[in-house]
């Protein structure tokens, strides 16, 4: 098994969120007996793989790193009562078992379920984990319960997720699928251990990645999934397909941010027909105008048909148009908007369009923020992942709008609005607005779970957002998700100052 | 005016895969209007006046009627499908001469005819000027934009302007134009609009003019040039290395 190690800047010590680590060593096992001897000499341990998180879980706290990115084959196929699955190395990319499946060349990997081969030739398929990360490995998928645009309609990656192996920290092997071993009364035996569950509110009904996932009945998959490795190394995952089928992109505009909620509620009551549900408001379509203004070529679309407004972008079937398009023409009428100024791709190169200008977004905030960084070199910026049940988005709104303005702060809002799920990006001049924004940043976090909503809907807890447990689940809460670790890894071993610490 | 465009549905250009035999991956690859071809629609629809009139032709298997959606969209009057299993392994000869059938039996009215300069994932540039021979008419290559009575042709290293004939075929290139997306309204206008499907029999053409029995040149295997290089490390003097290459450079231009 090949290992170094790591120098000062190297990218094994870091992830997006830029946190920097320290490690001793990396390892980089090509199976599970290389895990399970990496386990037997190591004291601390933090797994780490494609290392495109945003909360530093992958940043080792000392000791070493296990890096999976070796093991990162599809290895087999298979059919069962939910239907089609695809067996994977925690490594797999996203986009990697996208094109597996696209090139439906099947001769190398095992048929987990008798005639798979055949039934997978004949379907057209594809794998509805999306986190808006492509690069990012299934395992960290999986420890992250990561979600995106698309968890509108298929939900998080929990959702599609039919087992798992996991190494436990002394090297016991669990090889655990969906409906196989079931907590009775909030307690789950995993590998001859009796796992006493948290008793919290696990809010389940929204966006939640705050945590360890806890009910009466629980699945020990579901334990796994979304625990940031802190309890095992995930070393296999089987994940559910659902068929393929052609799409089309629509965005259509509105006059005023309130007139685009009002559509977006109106519009989940056809929630089967909608494949994700995006929001830009004015503000940020401001900014892409004025980013095109400068550069032309900052992002390949039309001219916005409408001054000042903001947008709703979604997906849908491309089937039955009339009908779909139908309903959209008249709720979008009803507030305010003009189908005959909305943009609506059905091929490929169009639909790129629409999502480079979704890309765009955090792209131009970035280039916003870096054009006047000159004069105020502690620019930055700050980005909320705050969800709320849909009925309090407009509270949840407003109180955004309100504390944001009393605290005067620059800022523009974009994101997975279906899930109730905005993105507050908060533009920081000085260190006096840094101030004010973590200020703000509390109070918005008080908020959505005062609302029934969670502080973390998608990013996770890493090792940056820690305060957030105790917030929404209490000292007890915590307290209880340190013994759920404990049981698993007495030693606290694995993944160090994710979710809580000692 | 009777513009008559001529297009091909491509696999997208981005996602173009190679398979070990150098044969075009299209399993599983999204379609689209060809780049060049949308050029071209483009460019035929800017000339579009009231009165004229666009037309939009393609040969290929039934999806590629998503190609001609697109058409619809971008402001074509009228679309035809030229579908039929007999047009199969059609090489650019054959293909021409069913798109002549199509214009001589369905078409014949037409004003100007445009085209790709070539097509993303052939890449011959053959049919344009093989279909001006067939009609005997003008063809004017690398039109990039339309100056008045005049094209305007790219010939890489110079512009050059010529006199549009009252007929001809022009050949496009791929122009910087803005990007244009339908509204929702152009969109199910487009869905709703009936394009001609038309076989073999109904351009009058017999099994043996058209696809691979037609074809004058077969395929028998695609490589991958490969190109042979070193290094040589010319260890003189900076004048000494100057002559040197100055010999070197004139024996190979």
């Known amino acids: 098994m090949r290992s170094f190690s790591p120098v000062e800047g190297s990218p094994y010590l870091t992830d997006e969120s830029k946190m920097t680590g320290s490690a001793d060593m990396v390892y980089f096992p090509e199976n599970e007996e290389d895990i399970i001897e990496v386990l037997g000499k190591c004291d601390i341990l933090t797994i780490s793989s494609m290392r495109t998180g945003v909360c530093g879980g992958c940043v080792p706290n000392g000791g070493s790193v296990l890096s999976m990115e070796k093991m990162n084959s599809i290895v087999g196929i298979g059919v069962d009562e939910n239907g089609e699955f695809i067996r994977c190395l925690p490594a797999v990319t996203v986009n990697q078992i996208d094109s597996f499946l696209l090139s439906k060349q099947y001769d190398n990997i095992e048929e987990i379920t008798p005639g798979a081969k055949e039934h997978f030739r004949n379907r057209d398929l594809f794998c509805p984990v999306d986190p808006t990360e492509m690069n990012g490995s299934i395992g960290g998928n999986v420890a992250t319960n990561a979600s995106g645009p698309r968890t509108f309609r298929y939900g998080p990656t929990r959702n599609r997720v039919r087992g798992l192996r996991v190494i436990l920290s002394d090297g016991t092997l669990i090889d ?113 105008r004025s980013c095109r203004k400068r550069d032309p070529l900052f992002v390949p679309i039309p001219e916005f048909p409408m001054e000042h407004c903001s947008a709703v ?88 709008h309100k504390v944001l303005k009393e605290h005067d702060l620059e800022y523009v809002m974009f994101g997975h609005i279906g899930n109730g799920h905005l993105h507050v990006e908060i533009i920081l001049k000085d260190m006096d607005d840094m101030q004010r924004a973590r200020h703000a940043y509390s109070l918005f976090a008080g908020k959505a779970m005062e609302l029934g909503g969670s502080p973390s809907a998608e990013h996770g807890i890493g090792k940056i957002k820690n305060e957030y447990i105790e917030m929404m689940y209490g000292e007890k809460g915590v307290e209880e998700i340190r013994k759920v670790k404990s049981i698993l890894d007495p030693q606290w071993k694995l993944n160090p100052g994710n979710m809580v610490v000692r | 005016m009777k513009y008559l465009v001529l297009v091909k549905q491509v696999p ?76 199969a392994g059609a090489d650019t000869f054959a293909t021409s001469r069913t798109l002549v059938a199509f214009i001589n039996r369905h078409c014949s009215d037409y004003d100007m005819i445009l085209a790709g300069t070539l097509a993303s994932d052939g890449g011959t540039s053959q049919v344009p000027a093989q279909i001006s021979q067939m009609l005997d008419i003008r063809f004017i290559s690398n039109v990039i934009k339309i100056d008045g009575s005049k094209a305007i042709q790219d010939m890489d290293s110079e512009y050059i302007s010529v006199e549009l004939p009252e007929r001809c075929v022009m050949s496009v290139s791929l122009t910087m134009t803005d990007p244009f997306i339908p509204s929702i309204k152009g969109f199910l206008d487009s869905v709703d609009r009936e394009m001609i499907t038309l076989g073999r029999v109904d351009l009058g053409l017999g099994a043996y003019s058209v696809g691979t029995k037609g074809s004058k040149t077969h395929i028998v295997k695609v490589t991958v040039p490969t190109h042979k290089r070193d290094c040589r490390i010319i260890d003189k003097d900076p004048k000494a290395v100057a002559e040197h290459l100055k010999g070197v450079l004139d024996v190979q231009l």
């Open chain 1, 176 to 288: 655990i699928k969906r409906g196989d071993h079931v907590a009775k009364n909030g307690i789950l035996r995993i590998a001859d251990r009796d796992v006493i569950l948290p008793t919290y509110d696990f809010r389940k009904g929204i966006k939640n990645a705050t945590g360890l996932m806890t009910s009466e009945d629980l699945d020990a998959v579901d334990l796994f999934i979304g625990s940031e490795g802190i309890l095992g190394v995930i070393t296999r995952v089987d994940v559910y397909l659902i068929p393929r089928y052609d799409l089309v992109s629509t965005i259509v505009f509105f006059p005023t941010d309130e007139d685009a909620y009002g559509f977006v509620k109106d519009i989940v009551s056809h929630k089967e027909m909608i494949e994700f549900l995006e929001f830009f408001d004015s503000g940020s379509v401001d900014l892409i």
């Open chain 1, 313 to 400: 972008f979604f997906d849908m079937a491309n089937s039955n148009v009339h009908e779909k398009f139908g309903i959209i023409s008249d709720l979008a009428q009803l507030h305010g908007s003009d189908i005959s100024k909305s943009w609506c791709a059905h091929e490929a190169r169009d639909r790129k369009e629409l999502f480079a200008f979704r890309h765009s977004v955090p792209r131009a905030i970035f280039d916003y923020v870096a054009s006047i960084k000159g004069k105020n070199p502690g620019m930055h910026k700050m980005g909320t992942d705050m969800s709320v049940p849909l009925d309090n988005l407009d509270e949840m709104v407003a109180y955004y």
């Open chain 2, 12 to 87: 997208d250009t981005s996602l173009i895969r190679v398979d070990v035999n150098g044969n075009i991956i299209r399993t599983g690859v999204p379609s689209m209007l060809d780049p060049f071809s949308e050029s071209a629609m483009r460019l035929a629809n800017r000339m579009k006046k009231d009165g004229d009139v666009v037309v939009a032709v393609t040969m290929g298997p039934p999806q590629a009627g998503s190609a001609l959606r697109r058409c619809f969209e971008i402001g074509a009057d009228e679309c035809y499908l030229l579908s039929d299993r007999d047009f």
